[in-house]
Every structure is written in C-alpha cells, then in structure tokens.
C-alpha cells in the first residue's frame, strides 16, 4: 500500500522530476564534466541523501551540502530530493534504494544502501574500539563523501580528505557556502594514478607511526590494476591494527565474462557515456569469491578480514559487487 502510494504521488509530481533530471543533466554536462569535477561522486551522495529525507540513515550533513555542489544545485534539490522527501512524507514509503541497513542479499535496488551500512560498521568499529582504535581516518576519493563530518561518538581522529583537486575545490567550496565547519580536515590534492600520491598524503601531515583507518569506497574500479595494488602496499605498510575498507565490482563485469557478458557491456557504455568516466578494475567474483580477494590482498601483505557482497554465490549468478575490509599483520 505504501509503495503504491509513493508510486502515485511520484507519477503526479513526476513533470517536477523530469525538470530535475533535466538540470541534473546539463549542470553536470556544462559545468562537472568540463571542469574535471567528478560526475560519479554525485550518485552516492544523491543516495545517502534520499536515504536521510526517507529517515532511514541520518546525515545531516550530506543534506545540507545538497543545494551548494556543482550538479545538486538548489533546483535539482527542490525537483528532486524535496520532491521524493515529500513523496516519501506522505505515503511513508521506507523501502527498496530508501532501505537502510537494506536486504540481505542486497540486490542491485539496494546494493548502495548494502554498501553505505557495510561501510559504517566498519568505521564505526575502527574508530570506537576500545582495543587500538585507529587514530587517524582517511578517505581515499572522497567525492561528496560525509563521514568525516559526523564522526562516531567516542572518535579522536585526524581527518584526511583525498581527491583530485578538481573535485576536492569543488566540495570545499560546496562545504564553505553550506557553513559546515571543515577546519578539522586537511585536504589532499593527488591522482592514485601518480606513483608518489602517497607523499601528498604525509606531507599534510599523515603519521606513518598511528593506527590508520583507510575508506576507499566507490573508488577501485575508475582506477587501473597497479594503482589498486600500490595503494594496498601502501596501506600494509602502516602500522598493526590498521584496515582498508574498501568496494570492487566481479572481474568478470569488468572484463565482459560470463555471466556478465550482456550487463556488463550495457553497464560499461552507459557509465562511459553519461559520466564519460571509465569503469576499468574488479576482482573475479566466481565462487569461492573470498579466496579470489584474499589472493590479491596477501601478495600485497594485507589480510582479508570481511567480506561481503550483493546476491548470492549460487551457480549460475556470481555476485556483481563486493565490500571488502583488510588489515594490516
Ligand atoms: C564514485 S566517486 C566516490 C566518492 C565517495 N567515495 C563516495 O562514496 O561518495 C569516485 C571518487 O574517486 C575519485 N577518483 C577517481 N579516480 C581518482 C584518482 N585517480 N585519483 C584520485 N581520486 C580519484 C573521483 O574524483 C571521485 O570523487
């Protein structure tokens, strides 16, 4: 009944949504995509704020910054996310991408709500645990990302907020014109691709001595095979108790192997098209999945220590998408 009430109130109010696809699509054609400013940063952003008006995931924060970024201008937020914020209000509708922590198995609905809470649990734990918590946070390709802004009660961390510099000027101007308060992050300007992105990182003051909480979530699969593996190296150098927590899609989507020979091709030419961003890396995904991953995460002198993915390991599907956690000897 709730759903069906969602679906009405969207079909009435869906020429408002039309408009803000319309927006949506020319801010990020006009203005992201020729300044280099990253298109794909927006989807998860978007997310977490549907699941925020649905009330399922609070973050303030994502909210606020919606209305100051360079594609979430004020009008893609009242055509949009007010117009599901309302949709949501008056038929209570919870469910499908709006769930939180979401289904289990996640499905592609809900893979990003499955992707949110996985990385939650794990920042949550890496930063409150009473045995060597970890003393600095860092969030590799940090896009729109808010975590840093709405710290796990108990947390004393260092924040490090890692992107291009288009990208990252782009959330700091969005940060500034919302009034969020960002002092306590120091920003960092770097390409993974570079070999020495690593130095950027210490020379804003990183401490190669503390317990380290890496995020790099939505980031691996824009990136080519040796600049995944140099940052894993990079994370095992740091000290005991440290974690990567970090998301990859099936080697074989990657790749256009069955079974994702059709979806993945379709999934590959639309993500170049729209967000003129390639989809390059992944890990193969055939059963048994954990092992796949935790042969690449040993030759790189990490340890697997979570795994999770969305649908089943049930020949003939093999799981699309992965959310992995590693950690340091
Ligand atoms: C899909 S977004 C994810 C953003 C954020 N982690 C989140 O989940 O909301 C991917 C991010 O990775 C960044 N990125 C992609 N390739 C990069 C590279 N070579 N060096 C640094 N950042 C990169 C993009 O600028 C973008 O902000």
Redesign the pocket.
């Known amino acids: 009944m709730r759903l069906l009430l969602f679906i009405l109130i969207s079909i009435i109010l869906s020429p408002i949504l039309i408009i803000g696809l319309i927006v949506y699509t020319y801010r990020l054609r006009r203005f992201s995509i020729p300044q280099k400013?990253?298109g794909?940063?927006n989807?998860?952003?978007g997310a977490?704020v549907l699941m925020h008006v649905a009330g399922t995931r609070k973050d303030s924060v994502a909210y606020a910054l919606c209305g100051h970024l360079p594609v979430y201008s004020l009008a893609v937020r009242y055509c949009m996310i007010e117009v599901f914020h309302l949709a949501c209000l008056l038929s209570g509708y919870k469910g499908s991408f709006f769930s939180y922590p979401g289904p289990r198995p996640s499905t592609l609905m809900t893979f990003i709500s499955h992707r949110t809470s996985f990385f939650d649990d794990a920042i949550n734990d890496a930063l409150t645990r009473a045995d060597n918590p970890a003393r600095q946070f860092v969030?590799?390709?940090?896009?729109?990302?808010t975590r840093c802004y709405d710290l796990p009660t108990g947390a004393d961390v260092k924040c490090f907020e890692?992107?291009?510099a288009?990208?990252l000027n782009a959330k700091i101007t969005g940060l500034r014109s919302a009034g969020i308060p960002h002092d306590h992050v120091s920003f960092v300007e770097?390409?993974?691709?570079q070999q020495t992105?690593f130095d950027a990182l210490v020379d804003a003051g990183l401490d190669t001595s503390l317990t380290t909480f890496i995020?790099?979530?939505?980031?691996t699969m824009?990136?080519n095979e040796d600049?995944v593996l140099d940052t894993f190296k990079l994370a095992a150098g740091l000290p005991e108790g440290s974690e990567i927590s970090f998301d990859y899609f099936s080697g074989e989507l990657i790749n256009l192997e069955p079974p994702y020979e059709k979806v993945g091709s379709r999934m590959l030419k639309s993500s170049m098209k729209y967000y003129e961003?390639e989809l390059l890396y992944g890990i193969s995904t055939q059963k048994p999945a954990r092992e796949k991953v935790e042969k690449v995460l040993n030759d790189c002198c990490l340890q697997l220590s979570k795994l999770e993915h969305t649908q089943t390991e049930e020949p003939p599907t093999i799981p699309m998408y992965c959310f992995a956690t590693a950690r340091t000897d």
């Not at 969030?139 to 990302?145: E, I, K, Q, Y």
């Not at 770097?190 to 691709?193: A, E, G, L």
């Not at 995020?215 to 980031?219: H, I």
């Open positions: 400013i990253s794909t940063a989807e998860p952003h977490r969030v590799l390709g940090a896009g729109f990302d890692v992107d291009m288009p990208t770097t390409d993974f691709n992105w995020l790099w979530e939505g980031v824009y990136l600049a961003e």
